[in-house]
């Protein structure tokens, strides 16, 4: 496993712009991803940052990284709660981690068909983006980037931008040596 995939897939969230990012890696056994999981989040939860297997197939792991505190924000926002109860999350409980149990479950054994879209909310996507998607089956958006865009072109159009620009930085520091993810993390 390398901190390369946090800084290729995760920068945003590492910088405290996004709530949340999500990456596959394909690590060599089990122990291996438990390992690198278990160092990133004694480095990083002082940050705010943890790490989280959402998903574990034979050759790869669907590794989701959260800012514990905007996520939190985020699945209280009582739209986006109202949203992600008509899908039984237990939003009301306040326990983050019994939130991504119950996504986690409706990972499991998912297809492109029957994929839980809803996982737009635990990435910080807009919940209209997220509910588009839903709607219009990833089809008739206005802008895309990291996410469909649904309304606000021009507003989503500056969030993608910003977002590359986070990811062009945090790669030019990473290749030119700064190798630390506890220096490029903004603590949150």
């Known amino acids: 496993m390398s901190d390369k995939y946090l800084v290729d897939c995760c920068s945003g969230t ?11 890696c394909t690590p060599e056994c089990d122990a291996d991803l438990k390992d ?27 590794v989701y990284v959260f800012r514990i505190s905007q996520l939190r924000r985020t699945l209280e926002d009582p ?6 109860l008509r899908y039984g999350y ?3 409980t306040g326990d983050l981690y019994l939130c991504l149990s119950h996504l986690k479950e409706r990972m499991r054994g998912c297809s492109s ?18 509910t ?4 219009n089956r990833g089809k008739n958006y206005t802008v895309s980037g ?10 989503a159009g500056r969030t993608f931008s910003r ?23 903004v603590a949150g």
């Not at 999981?37 to 574990?56: D, M």
């Not at 977002?163 to 490029?184: E, P, T």
């Open 14 to 24: 590492l910088a405290a712009i996004k709530c949340a990012s999500l990456f596959s």
């Open 132 to 135: 588009g998607f839903i709607d």
């Open 36 to 62: 690198w999981i278990a160092e990133k989040n004694a480095e990083l939860n002082t940050r705010g940052i943890h790490l989280y297997v959402l998903k574990r197939c034979e050759s790869c792991a669907l």
């Open 90 to 92: 237990p939003v009301g």
């Open 79 to 84: 739209k986006n709660r109202d949203f992600l």
């Open 113 to 130: 068909s029957t994929f839980p879209h809803e996982i737009g909310v635990f990435l910080g996507y807009p919940l209209c983006d997220v």
């Open 146 to 155: 990291l996410w469909k865009s649904y309304t606000g072109k021009e507003e």
């Open 163 to 185: 977002l590359n620009k986070c990811h062009h930085i945090y790669w030019q520091l990473w290749v030119s040596g700064r190798r630390s993810i506890l220096q490029l993390t």
